[in-house]
């Protein structure tokens, strides 16, 4: 099954594996619960990082199996950094990190100011030698996009270039942003969603995707 492209979005990759389409309308209903959500997330995440590392350069080196030594493939550069967005972030990125068992995990926490309306930054803590990862920043929801787009400049001011942004669900408002802003990253998401809501949810999203995954009712 293809990954679907978009003209105006040339930035953004949706995955249409049927199992990945099935998992995401799992995790958008309303009746889903806490575990399942948290097991669909991670399962998801795994999926969507499979199609995201599909273009890593590899190189070769000798194997030897029971029987010859021959030229097998093998990563070119071995170094992964999965960086998830607080808080729902973390929900993705331990599945990210089962496709991905070598990769350092670093965490980026940003709050809203109320009266500029910013994403102000409150815990960026990333591995050494960031600069040189396939670097994998992780939200389930790119909403606004402000966060995002907040965060990747903050991560290119430190030398992090080689950036991928994985997603749940997009809204083509977060998507443009992307694009307008850090035309250079690619997102991989499920689905590019209707539009957002007057309170900046997506519609039809799947809800508060931090509390869906952290907040018992
Ligand atoms: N964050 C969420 O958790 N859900 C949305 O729909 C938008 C932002």
């Known amino acids: 099954m293809p990954i679907k492209t978009f003209e105006r979005f ?36 795994m ?3 499979y199609e995201a590392t599909a273009d ?5 080196k000798k194997v030897s199996t029971p029987l010859e030594t021959f030229d097998a493939p093998f990563l070119k550069n071995n170094q992964f950094v999965i960086a998830p ?23 980026i926490g940003y709050y ?14 990333l591995p050494p030698n960031c600069e040189k990862a396939h670097f994998f920043l ?3 929801m790119l909403a606004t996009g402000n966060t995002s787009c907040a965060a990747i400049k903050k991560l290119k001011e430190k030398g992090v270039y080689n950036i991928k942004f994985i997603c749940m669900v997009a809204a083509p408002e977060g998507v443009q942003q992307m694009l307008d802003e850090h035309p250079d990253v690619p997102i991989f998401g499920a ?12 519609l039809p999203g799947l809800g508060d995707a931090g509390d869906r995954l952290w907040a018992v009712k």
């Open 191 to 202: 689905s590019l969603d209707r539009q957002l809501n007057e309170n900046a949810y997506i």
């Open 47 to 49: 999926l969507l990082g």
């Open 138 to 140: 992780c939200d389930p």
């Open 112 to 125: 809203r100011d109320e009266k500029t309306r910013e994403a102000m930054p409150y815990y960026f803590k």
């Open 10 to 45: 040339p930035n953004f990759y949706e995955v249409q594996h049927p199992i990945v389409q099935y998992k995401l309308s799992l995790l958008r209903d309303k009746e889903t619960n806490r575990k399942l959500f948290k097991e669909l997330t991670e399962e998801l995440t």
């Open 56 to 60: 890593i350069p590899m190189t070769t």
């Open 85 to 107: 967005i607080l808080r729902a972030g973390i929900g993705m990125s331990e599945g990210l990190l089962k496709l991905l068992p070598m990769a350092s995990v670093g965490f």
